[in-house]
């Protein structure tokens, strides 16, 4: 029996059945470089703990509010963390995705917040997220780490701000979204933290509308 030819559609329709899934992070690779990761795997928003929240715009600001007993090398700390952020999403993401300072009270994305600790909270930090949106990052000043530790958690907490989850090997990382660090050495912003980022922002960075990242968590050996 003779087979009819192909419609345009049907072809349309087994070219896209064929064609492998696309891959996070496909279309963009961040521009820039950074230490390899020893995460194994990020989690994102919408994963497990996280909230699901997302941002739908990319102009992100961050400010700083501090209790009044901060002295003002632990300040600094905190602004060297937004200043550590802004500095590689601006050479990571030519500008697509930006996080800058804003000055005294005024409104902003994400607010640092530097207080004082409370009976009920032993952490060292953590980040209020829901929604579209992480608007808080609350860094606790339990008076004895160096302001350089304080820092290190502004650092990790903004990431989730940002949109980043924990690795699947929490403890055994120094990756700076990992648990391992304190111990193990010094944090490490790593090329997996802004690849993963690259997934979640993946709408604005190929030009599309404000959609919420697919689930992860997001694979670091792709890197």
């Known amino acids: 029996m003779r087979r009819r030819p192909a419609t345009v559609v049907e072809v349309a329709l087994l070219v896209a059945l ?7 992070g ?16 990020l989690t994102l928003p919408g994963d ?5 929240y997302w941002w739908d715009h990319t102009d992100l600001t961050v400010g700083i ?43 902003a994305d994400i607010v640092v917040h530097l207080v004082p600790p409370t009976r009920d909270v032993v952490l060292g930090g953590f980040a209020r997220c829901g929604g579209r949106g992480c608007p808080d990052v609350v860094v606790l000043d339990h ?3 160096a302001p350089a530790y304080l820092g290190r958690v502004a650092l990790h907490e903004l ?29 490490v912003l790593s090329d ?8 979640v922002f993946a709408w604005a960075l190929e030009g599309g509308e404000p959609v919420p990242p697919g689930p ?8």
Do not use: K
Request: aromatic share 6%.
């Open 18 to 24: 064929l064609s492998p899934p696309a891959t996070a």
């Open 26 to 41: 496909a279309q963009f690779r961040p521009s820039c470089s950074l230490p390899e990761s020893d995460a194994e795997a």
């Open 48 to 52: 497990h703990h996280l909230p699901g």
């Open 65 to 107: 509010r501090a209790h009044a007993g901060a002295s003002g090398a632990e300040i600094t700390a905190l602004e060297e963390a937004v200043g550590t952020w802004a500095d590689v999403l601006d050479r990571c993401f030519d500008g697509v995705l930006t996080l800058d300072p804003v000055a005294g009270s005024g409104p």
């Open 143 to 145: 008076g004895s780490p």
């Open 159 to 187: 990431g989730h701000a940002l949109g980043l989850g924990h690795p699947t090997n929490l403890h055994r990382t120094t990756d700076l979204m990992g648990y391992g660090w304190p111990s193990r050495g010094a944090p």
């Open 192 to 199: 997996c933290d802004v690849d993963a980022l690259a997934h």
């Open 216 to 223: 992860g968590p997001y694979d670091c050996s792709q890197d």
